[in-house]
């Protein structure tokens, strides 16, 4: 029952190439993985980013929630302040923002 010397001097001895080549669809996994999914959503974070580092009074925007509304005012980096009815305005953060439908036009400053 108990496993003599000589089979376990044999066990002990590995080849490297075998070992690389069972190690090497996990890493075809790995990259397949990285270019179908973690790359496109890279690349939407972006996109996103972008757009909501865009977003100008004026502009007819989308949140997640629903809601469609006019940017009545940029607050800061982290808020607008968006118009959803007539005289209802709500704030709301920029990273809510999941899509512009319209573009509105830039503001003009007085150079008073």
């Given at each position: 029952?108990?496993?003599?010397?000589?089979?376990?001097?044999a066990a002990g001895?590995?080849?490297?190439?075998?070992?690389?080549?069972?190690?090497?669809?996990?890493?075809?996994?790995?990259?397949?993985?990285?270019?179908?999914?973690?790359?496109?959503?890279?690349?939407?974070?972006?996109?996103?980013?972008?757009?909501?580092?865009?977003?100008?009074?004026?502009?007819?925007?989308?949140?997640?929630?629903?809601?469609?509304?006019?940017?009545?005012?940029?607050?800061?980096?982290?808020?607008?302040?968006?118009?959803?009815?007539?005289?209802?305005?709500?704030?709301?953060?920029?990273?809510?923002?999941s899509g512009v439908?319209?573009?509105?036009?830039?503001?003009?400053?007085?150079?008073?």
């Amino acid at each position: 029952m108990l496993i003599t010397p000589a089979f376990a001097q044999a066990a002990g001895a590995g080849d490297t190439n075998s070992m690389l080549m069972s190690l090497l669809p996990f890493a075809l996994i790995f990259v397949i993985m990285y270019f179908l999914i973690l790359k496109p959503q890279q690349k939407k974070l972006k996109d996103h980013q972008d757009l909501v580092k865009n977003i100008r009074r004026g502009d007819t925007v989308v949140t997640n929630g629903g809601l469609v509304g006019k940017v009545t005012k940029v607050v800061d980096d982290d808020q607008i302040e968006m118009e959803i009815a007539d005289g209802i305005k709500i704030r709301q953060m920029r990273q809510m923002i999941s899509g512009v439908r319209t573009k509105g036009e830039p503001a003009k400053d007085d150079a008073n």
